[in-house]
């Protein structure tokens, strides 16, 4: 939100706002009302002790010089928004420990190979994405829908834990592969190599691609000159866009650059370039499904969390895959001091 819309939705004047963002003057708390109501958060969002930032060259933003310096750190603050739930979580619960390998000395294919071979995939199928990020340590968050112009990102908060941050507004075939990008991304980027750019964009796509579509499953599925009907079958064995798996297989050589054209020109007339039609559902968190779960059990109300947090309970479904039962009574609270146990089974 510009400083101007601001203004007119809070009835605060565009000079104060100034004055209070560079900390020449203090609101009043009548004008930090109207400021909460503005932007729909509560009172206490603005009186919380500040927080460090997450650096820009940390995150994995794509082509970061066409996004806009307000999405850019609007972005920023979803992800930051994120970090501070996941330490309300873990203060509760034993969260699965990352095993997130850095490769930077490796190319994108040998990479994926490498971390397939390391978690034990094989060469089949991922049945789930989400899941197999968050069973090994991941933390996965939605996206809030004000920052949907800005695609999926990631980020290693304190150099450490790996974040996955997903945009929902994608099909679930893209959802996969932006998955898969950003895993791309805190395998290949670690270390002194800045994440975005160009080369990391392309790096980070092509083990998306190898990841999800490894070289020996696919040379198994004998897709060798493949046509258009032969990758619609074979993109819903992988779970993948059409596209991307007729661009797999041309970088694979199975299909000629002819081949490879013909199909995308097909593929695009049957609406495949936009979307992806009958396509499978969005992946969503098992972690703060099963969370959520347990705490319910406990008893401990989801307007607890988000009073802890600062937020509202809609700021804070946003951010959690709209995973938030909110029909329930915020009502009660557990007093166990118990740490519940959260363990994930891979899909």
Request: with cysteine; hydrophobic share 40%.
């Amino acid at each position: 939100m510009t400083l101007a819309s601001l203004a007119k939705m809070s009835g605060v004047s565009t000079r104060s706002l100034t004055a209070f963002e560079n900390g020449h003057k203090n609101p009043a708390p009548e004008t930090i009302e109207s400021l909460a109501r503005a932007l729909e958060l509560p009172v206490s969002f603005f009186l919380a002790s500040d927080v460090d930032e997450i650096e820009v060259d940390a995150i994995s933003f794509r082509a970061p010089s066409k996004i806009s310096a307000l999405d850019r750190d609007s972005a920023r603050s979803a992800g930051r928004i994120a970090v501070e739930i996941n330490d309300w979580i873990e203060h509760l619960f034993s969260l699965p420990k990352s095993d997130v390998p850095t490769l930077p000395h490796l190319s994108p294919e040998d990479a994926a190979e490498r971390v397939r071979a390391l978690w034990g995939l094989g060469e089949a199928p991922i049945p789930n994405m989400v899941h197999l990020l968050e069973a090994h340590g991941v933390r996965v968050f939605s996206l809030a829908s004000d920052c949907s112009v800005v695609d999926a990102f990631s980020f290693r908060w304190q150099r450490t834990r790996p974040f996955v941050v997903l945009n929902l507004e994608k099909s679930g075939e893209r959802g996969r592969f932006d998955a898969a990008h950003e895993l791309g991304h805190l395998v290949l980027h670690a270390e002194h190599r800045i994440p975005h750019g160009p080369d990391a964009e392309q790096e980070a796509q092509q083990f998306a691609s190898a990841f999800l579509m490894p070289r020996s499953g696919l040379h198994a599925q004998m897709l060798h000159s493949a046509d258009t009907a032969r990758i619609l079958s074979a993109k819903r064995k992988w779970e993948v866009a059409a596209v991307a798996l007729a661009y797999r297989l041309r970088d694979m050589e199975l299909i000629s650059e002819w081949g490879y054209r013909t199909s995308v020109k097909q593929l695009s007339q049957m609406g495949y370039r936009s979307g992806e039609p009958n396509g499978i559902r969005r992946e969503s968190s098992q972690l703060l499904g099963k969370v959520f779960s347990v705490l319910r059990s406990e008893k401990i109300s989801p307007l607890t969390m988000a009073r802890d947090l600062n937020l509202t309970v809609d700021e804070l479904n946003m951010h959690v895959f709209g995973l938030v039962p909110l029909a329930l009574d915020g009502g009660s609270e557990a007093s166990s001091s118990a740490k519940p146990q959260l363990r994930l089974v891979q899909a």
